[in-house]
């Protein structure tokens, strides 16, 4: 496996590269520490650069110190350019399976510069995506899966099974059922259809968490499970599940169904990956070998 983890001087970053660093990987994982120093347009002073050069570079060694301690091969790295660019276009050249960025905890302009990073990473990359956040970490790890039963959510199971956890690791699947038609209501629909639709909804949640449960068993891991019913958004439901049951991870895949629910269910695993108070990852699935 390979990972490619942006960094920058401020603590986020260094909680990030922590987390990362103690987590057990697939054996084998290689690690990329990388930098970028956005240019300063429309002036040029020499010391300023240098000096911009040299913390980028000293971020990146000290981020990397955790990685070669915890026994992975690391290289590092340091770039100019736009963040945002810079950190997508490198995730395609090195052909990495995932990008790591930590959430910053700033405010007003900085949290919506800093923000539109992750957002744009999340979004654009072409490779599973983790946003790492330093809140407190429950120990032993809470993993909740989210799915909806697409094949972008049987690749998160997937992922989640394919790899070593901590010891002691709990994990939860959890369906939101997804209304057939929330748009019509009687008369378009008799009482009696919609009933039918609803159970018809419920049945598709419902193999959505076998189909994941299946998956994590025959991985040696087991699950809880828990279907929630509509009281509000997929998103309201993902994140309040993850608060409520305290986990440290939430694993989504990236989009679901095609044409407009597809967007819809894309615009949901971005909404988790940005207003969560935990970490979160965004699972696409691998590209085949060319």
Same mark, same amino acid.
């Given at each position: 496996?390979?990972? $490619?983890? /942006? ?5 986020? %970053?260094? =909680? !990030? @590269?922590?987390?990362? *660093?103690?987590? +057990? #990987? &697939? ?116 993993? $909740?899966? /989210? ?5 972008? %959510?049987? =690749? !998160? @199971?997937?992922?989640? *099974?394919?790899? +070593? #956890? &901590? ?124």
């Amino acid at each position: 496996m390979k990972i $490619l983890i /942006a960094v920058d001087s401020s603590g986020a %970053s260094t =909680a !990030a @590269a922590r987390q990362i *660093a103690a987590r +057990p #990987w &697939p054996a084998g994982t290689i690690v990329q520490v990388m930098n970028v120093i956005e240019p300063m347009y429309g002036w040029r002073i020499p010391d300023v650069e240098d000096a911009l050069q040299r913390s980028a570079e000293q971020t990146v060694q000290e981020a990397a110190g955790y990685f070669q301690q915890a026994g992975f091969e690391t290289t590092t790295t340091v770039h100019h350019g736009d963040p945002k660019t810079v950190i997508v276009d490198q995730a395609s050249e090195s052909d990495a399976d995932f990008v790591v960025i930590g959430s910053h905890s700033t405010s007003g302009v900085m949290q919506f510069v800093l923000g539109s990073v992750a957002r744009a990473v999340s979004r654009l990359s072409t490779c599973s995506v983790e946003i790492v956040r330093a809140g407190p970490n429950p120990q032993p790890l809470r993993v $909740l899966l /989210a799915t909806d039963g697409s094949e972008c %959510s049987q =690749a !998160a @199971a997937q992922s989640v *099974a394919q790899r +070593p #956890w &901590p010891p002691g690791a709990a994990f939860r699947i959890l369906s939101v059922v997804e209304p057939s038609a929330p748009l019509f209501r009687t008369p378009y629909f008799s009482p009696a259809v919609m009933e039918q639709l609803r159970g018809k909804d419920m049945e598709r949640a419902q193999q959505a968490v076998s189909s994941a449960e299946s998956v994590l068993f025959e991985a040696g891991l087991e699950a809880s499970t828990t279907i929630a019913v509509p009281a509000a958004t997929p998103k309201e439901l993902i994140l309040s599940e993850a608060a409520e049951w305290g986990a440290g991870l939430i694993v989504v895949g990236s989009h679901g169904r095609r044409g407009v629910s597809q967007l819809w269910l894309g615009s949901v695993s971005e909404a988790v990956a940005l207003h969560a108070n935990c970490s979160v990852e965004i699972i696409r699935r691998p590209h085949p070998p060319t």
